[in-house]
């Protein structure tokens, strides 16, 4: 079975600042996904980014990135220029093979709680 | 249109009540989930539908029945729940051709209060 972890229960950012999450997994498959989602207190789940695992390049959108160590297992995820908007509950979540009896199950981290700093 | 909605946002029910959580997204998308999610917990996977059929029940008590009446839409329907059952209930979807799956798309929620 897969795992992820999250060994940040909570972060801390000030406005305009970098701030980095960090998330690890554990999984035997070659084809998997890893995702950042955001839960702000309005409970909707955003997708912030994703990485396709055979994909050696580190995934991008406007501010946040990843660093993705497939070696290691590890999945971190950078948000730059940090923004009150972006204070939120942040998951990471792993998805196995598309294909097969998975149906695209995510396995969530407990996620990490930021809190941006005016 | 990225939007997967549910209704209702709020729901309280007696423990000997019938009710149902709706979800509906007009994506495309055959793959349907609904996810249990405590507070500051992440979401648990309950059911995963793929055209329109069952294929993932997570050991799911059967006060909780899932229905999937046509691509788009996606039912809970709740019955002699209990207080623990209390929770964020998540709807997604995703592009699902039978082998490539895309990202999950989550609706806002029903906040489920059982008394």
Known sequence: AQTVTQSQPEMSVQEAETVTLSCTYDTSESDYYLFW??????????????????KQQNATENRFS?????????????????????????????????????????????????TVHP | DTEVTQTPK???????????????QHMGHRAMYWYKQKAKKPPELMFVYSYEKLSINESVPSRFSPECPNSSLLNLHLHALQPEDSALYLCASSRFDGYVNTEAFFGQGTRLTVV
């Open chain 1, 66 to 114: 990843v660093n993705f160590q497939k070696a290691a297992k590890s999945f971190s995820l950078k948000i730059s220029d940090s923004q009150l908007g972006d204070a939120a509950m942040y998951f990471c979540a792993y998805r196995g093979n598309a294909g097969g009896t998975s149906y695209g199950k995510l396995t969530f981290g407990q996620g990490t709680i930021l």
């Open chain 1, 37 to 54: 989602y955001k839960q702000p207190p309005s409970r909707q789940m955003i997708l912030v980014i994703r990485q396709e695992a055979y």
């Open chain 2, 10 to 24: 709020h729901l309280v029910m007696g423990m000997t009540n019938k009710k149902s959580l709706k979800c509906e």
